[in-house]
Structure formats: structure tokens, C-alpha cells
């Protein structure tokens, strides 16, 4: 019997991303193909890309061009693209690596154990489009054993693309119209998850509290105890109740419009929904914010913020802010400054403008230069640190509930875990912790991103 073909997957962009190539890892993994111990001994590899920046589609492309000229020396081996930018590229995408063995949106993962064996079998430049929708899905092959443990932390996405048409953004491009996935379909499949060993587990949407708003209608078969009406508080509701295994859930990304009060209050009541949201801002500037087609100005996003805050003891708010946008003036900046202080956030990504083909913005000119973007991120950052450890502090000398996840990356001998707050806690483990375990720690230092504690009890 001849050995089964390896694989490897390699991935670029956000956590949807990451969930789409474990689902695909898994799908080939069902399909008879074998994990490579390397991506050099690979016989395929497949790369999973983004398109929200022009450095990640370059850095993806840089990767694509070394693997299609390893097929030189090795014709049998198969080269793969999924993810945005084989929808942002469609066919054309082989005029730039002609070398390449098949490429596949993000909506058609189930087809790819298919394209690899076409492709293995001598196939060339297979190119299959994104479904205008995903339609159902069927419940991802979870394998067994231990070695299919997967990890306690775990994603699931329940709203595929974006209809918000923000000014800059090319997600509405590469990732299509919003459709919410049924709730019957995802508490099976956080139940799955469970049973591999996911404590954690975040729902996933380009704009997730959109779940559920467009052309859907909540299943009669099932109500909601605590009488929520809109449909994210209403899942939220329903896996807490269905999969009590599952002791933390999250969702994200955020949008200030749904932060309602509903929404607020199942953060509120439901036990396993964490203390933390995920709610990119983008600006502080009113005017930068319209020009975005935001939705909101900083007087909204601040409003949505206080709701979280007052209702939600304790809760961690992180945000996404882009600096650069076209025509954003040092007064726009410094308005961005002051919001963020105003807005206390735990943590922020900052972002340099990059023009997308096809967005609105992309017609402005890009007139911020490189260096002042670069100048204008540090200072964010730097403005970020010093907020991060400010809010960090707050919990020194208080005991707080982890979640282990496993040795720390940084330091064998210690573990990291995760608050509901989703801060990084380090500690010294005792024997017969396990990942998975909900273990009390008293924090005694903090770093901007990280809490280090001991282990009580
Ligand atoms: N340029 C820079 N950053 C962008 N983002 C989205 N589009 C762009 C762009 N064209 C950022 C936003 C978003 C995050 C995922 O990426 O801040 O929240
Ligand atoms: Fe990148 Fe956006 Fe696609 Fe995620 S959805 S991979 S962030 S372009």
C-alpha cells in the first residue's frame, strides 16, 4: 500500500482564517491524507491568505512564489491557494504563479480534498469560485484519539461576510454577503468542539453582532427562558444552556450599533459569556469617522463603551484603529489620542492605511505618507503601552479565575492561561494541571499585555 500524500496548510490573516484552515486540515485529515512532518517534505501545501492589507496579500504571494518553484524539482508536488485573495484575484491569479496547482475561495473548503487528489493525479490551474452561499455545513469530521485533541481554545464562525461597506475595507469584496448560519448547525457544532476539549470558544463574524438580522428567522424550536428577542443574545442564551461544558464563550468583532441593550444584558446574566469585547473604533476624528461610512462618531462609540462598562463589571474593551487614512490631518490624530484615552482600552491593534482595489477609498489619494504613518502607529502604541499597564495594575493583588491552557511559550517550566477578561496570565503550574483546568490565581505583577500570579489553593 503506498504511504498517503502529506500535507501542510500555512496561513495568513484573522481567526476566521485560522478556523477555515483547521477545518480544512481536518476535511483532508477524514479524506486519508496525512499531516507532513514539515512543509518541506510536504507534497502539498496549501497557502491560506488575506487581502486586508497589501502587505499581507505581498507576504502570501512572496510565500506562493518559492513553493510554485519548488515544483521544478519536484513536478508531483501540488501548490494550493484558498482564503481572500483567490476571490479577490479569481482566474487571473494563475497569470501570477502559472505554476500554481488550484485555487478556492473561502466558501468552497469542502471542495478541496477533491482539488487535491485532481491535483495529484496531474491536474493543472483548478479554479473553483466562491458559492454565492455557503449553504449548510456539514458538521466537520472531529477524528478521535488524543492525538485529535484539539486545543482548549476554539473558534466557530456563525455569520459569513459583511454588508457594512465600510470606506476602506475589502472584506464586502472577498468574503461576500452576510449569512447567518443556523443555530441549530452551530450548537452542534460548538458540542463537537467540546468534546475535543475546547473550553473557550469564541463565534466568529466579519461583524458579528449582525448574527442573525438579514433574511433569517430564529428556529420556533428554540425559546429563550430569559425572554431575549434578538438573535445573538438568543445563541448566546441557547449554547450557554446546551453545552454547559463550555464554561466561556466571546464573539467578535463588534460594532458600537450592537452594543444594545439586550446584548448588554445576556454579557451581563449568562454566566459563561466573558467580560470582554472586541469593538474596533478605527478613529477618534468625527470627520475621519464619516468619511470611513462608520456609522457612528466618538460621542457613539464612547456611549457603547459606558454601556459595556456599567454593565458589566470588570470588563476588558480592546478596539482596532487605523492611522493614515487619506486626508487624516495631525488634529484628526490627536483626536484618535484622546478617544482612546477616554475609552480606557485594554489593548489596541494599530493598523497603517493601505489602499484596497475596488474600495471607495482607494480612490482618495493616499496622501499620509509612509513615515508619518509609521510615526503616528508608534505613538499609539507607545500611548497603548503605558494605558495597558495602567489597566493591568488594577489587578495586582486581586484573585482571578484562569483558564490553563499549557506551558507558556516563552517558559517551559510556567503555564499560560486566559481570563474572562482575555488576559494572559503566567504561572507556575502544580502537578496535575491539565489544559482545560479553571484554576484560581493571585496576581501579583503586570506587564501591558501580561499578568503573572501563583496559584491558590
Ligand atoms: N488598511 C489598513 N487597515 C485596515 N483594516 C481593514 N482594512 C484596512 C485597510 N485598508 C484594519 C481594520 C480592521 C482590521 C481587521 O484591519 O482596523 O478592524
Ligand atoms: Fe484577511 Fe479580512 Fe479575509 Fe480575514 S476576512 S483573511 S482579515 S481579508
Redesign the pocket.
Known sequence: MNAPATFALHT??????IRDSDLIARRLRAAGFADAPTEDEADVVIV?????REK?EEKALGKLGLLCASRRGRPGRVIGLT??MANRLGPEVFTLLPALSFSVG?RAGASIPDLVRRALGGAERLFVPDPPSAGPQEPAPSGSGPAERGPVQSFVTILYGCNRHCSY???PH??GREESRNPHEIVAEVRAEAARGARDVCLLG?SVMRYGLLGFSWPDDLPSPAGFTEPLPRLLERIALDVPEVPRLRFTSGHPAGVTPELVRAMREIPAVCAHLHLPMQSGSDRILREMRRGYDSEGYLRAVRMLHEAVPDIAVTTDIIVGYPGETEEDFEATRRVMEEADFDNAFVFKYSPRPGTPSSLLPDDVSDEEKRRRDQVLLADQDARGQRCNNRWVGRTVEVLAEGPSLRNERRWSGRTSQNKIVVFEPKPGLRAGDLVPVRIDSARPQTLYGELCG
Not at 12 to 17: E, I, L, R, V
Open positions: 495568513y490573516g484573522c481567526q476566521m482564517n491560506n491568505s488575506c487581502s486586508v499581507a482564503g481572500c473561502p475595507c475589502i472584506v472577498v468574503r466579519q
